[in-house]
């Protein structure tokens, strides 16, 4: 049957009730495939689900890719708890449909089953195939809000991020020609070579962080963590020619960890977090590092608009080719405010040091101060949000510095999002980076600018 005329049917019965002649006949021995949709929508409509279930079945057979078939049956299936039936039949709709709305529907209808078996995981996919189909704005807010309502009943949670650009100095070279160091209390000058300067480029990354929740009570929660992160160098055809012989791939790094993370109240409604990770770093596919990092973080709100957060870490790093050790703390104090026009605005102070036993330019103490300011929907479809940040770190003397090393960096960062860009609730986040560092070591003195195309859940 045309699904045209399949429409008209569901909606004249549902406004009409069934014909005088179907009524006549209910009951009897022979019904026409019109009547026997009439009465399955009538009796899924009058409570009657198993009835409406037997009807669709009988229909499905005749014609297995029935779309009001597949419809009833499915809604009569979850409603009786069948929700293995009212899965394969939303499967099935939605892989012979090509009707938006009736694609919308199905892949609801698939996510509702799936979370009455506690699939929670699948449901989500279900709900992106949902938002994808949407019919309406009204219809896209349901399903993030559906989306919200199943991420919570689930222990699992992951996300994902891709990411691509270019940059003006993707080897973080010295902007400097020469560098210029004291030997025997002479103050000598040699050149830095090419591949020690900037060179254009681009990245590939790719990125996902997994959570998996063990435990959870009324005033804690016990979750595993694990994540990884990559990312792959690549030079342009002018800067290779440049330097023929660098491999940048040697760059290439890749980031593991594994880890636990605690999330409790103290008192009456002060939440902390503690979280234990242990990561793997590797370049160009060898091991670079190791390192345990122990978290602890809590909260302030100081109004209905404003909070504080503070947060420590701890980290013990193991160098794999020289055995070097590092030990860090680091703290950070950040207020944020959101204002009345839905804007938000944040200040963060951090500092920190690293001490090693075994290798002085692993030494520094570090500070830095950064703000941000997220506009929200500045044009219709587009989001933006600016930061600045300051940053200071001081090293040990050395033998070629001997009053030590002090760098400055300077990071602006502009952030523009396109929710209105949508591709099964992902949508594209562009993100420009300009960074400078001053240094009284030539070779870390640097200026770069990055583009960065990735993409983000908008719920």
């Known amino acids: 049957m045309p699904l045209k005329y399949a429409r008209y049917l569901l909606v004249s019965a549902l406004l009409l009730g069934p014909s005088t002649g179907a009524a006549q006949r209910i009951g009897t021995t022979q019904l026409t495939p019109a009547e026997m949709r009439l009465t399955a929508v009538n009796a899924l409509e009058e409570g009657q689900s198993a009835r409406a279930l037997a009807l669709a079945e009988a229909l499905l057979l005749r014609d297995p890719d029935d779309p009001l078939a597949l419809r009833v049956g499915g809604r009569a299936a979850l409603e009786i708890g069948r929700s293995d039936v009212a899965a394969r039949h939303g499967r099935h709709l939605y892989r012979t449909s090509d009707d938006d709305d009736l694609r919308f529907y199905a892949a609801r209808l698939v996510a509702l089953a799936e979370t009455q078996k506690d699939n929670y995981t699948t449901a989500q996919l279900w709900l992106r195939r949902a938002r994808q189909t949407a019919p309406s704005e009204n219809a896209a807010q349901q399903v993030a809000s559906d989306f919200s309502a199943v991420r919570q009943r689930n222990p699992l949670s992951f996300s994902l991020d891709f990411g691509f650009g270019p940059s003006s100095n993707i080897n973080n070279g010295s902007s400097e020609t020469t560098v210029g160091f004291v030997f025997q209390d002479t103050l000598l000058e040699a050149q830095i070579n090419a591949e020690g300067r900037s060179l254009d480029g681009y990245q590939i990354s790719a990125g996902g962080d997994l959570s998996y ?36 791939s040697t760059l290439d790094r890749t980031d593991v960890n594994i880890g636990v993370r605690h999330d409790f109240l103290v008192g009456e409604r002060q939440p902390v977090s503690a979280q234990l990770t242990y990561g793997i770093t590797q370049l160009d596919g060898e091991s670079f590092a190791r390192d345990f990092n122990f978290g602890l973080s809590t909260q302030w709100p100081l109004s209905p608009r404003d909070r504080l957060t503070g947060a420590l870490s701890l980290g013990h790093v193991t160098y794999a080719n020289t055995d070097h050790v590092g030990e860090s703390w680091d703290t950070t104090l950040t ?9 938000a605005l944040s200040v963060s102070l951090s500092t920190g040091h690293t001490a090693s036993s075994d290798r002085t330019s692993l030494i520094n103490t570090r500070h830095s101060l950064s703000a941000a300011y997220d506009f929200g929907e500045v044009w219709q479809g587009v989001d933006l949000g600016l930061s600045l940040s300051r940053s200071w770190r001081a090293f040990e003397p050395s033998t070629t510095l001997p009053d030590g090393r002090q760098d400055t960096q300077s990071t602006a960062t502009m952030t523009i999002g396109f929710p209105m860009v949508e591709f099964y609730g992902f949508s594209p ?28 859940s908008n719920f």
């Open 335 to 343: 207020w944020q405010r959101r204002l009345a026009n839905a804007d």
């Open 213 to 248: 929740r063990l435990r959870e009570k009324q005033r804690s929660r016990t979750s595993l963590l694990a994540g990884f992160d990559t990312t792959r160098y690549f030079l342009t055809d002018d800067a290779q020619e440049t330097v023929p012989d660098f491999d940048i």
């Open 429 to 456: 986040v562009a993100q420009i980076e300009a960074i400078d560092i001053k240094s009284n070591d030539a070779r870390r003195q640097l200026d770069k600018v990055t583009f960065d195309m990735s993409f983000q």
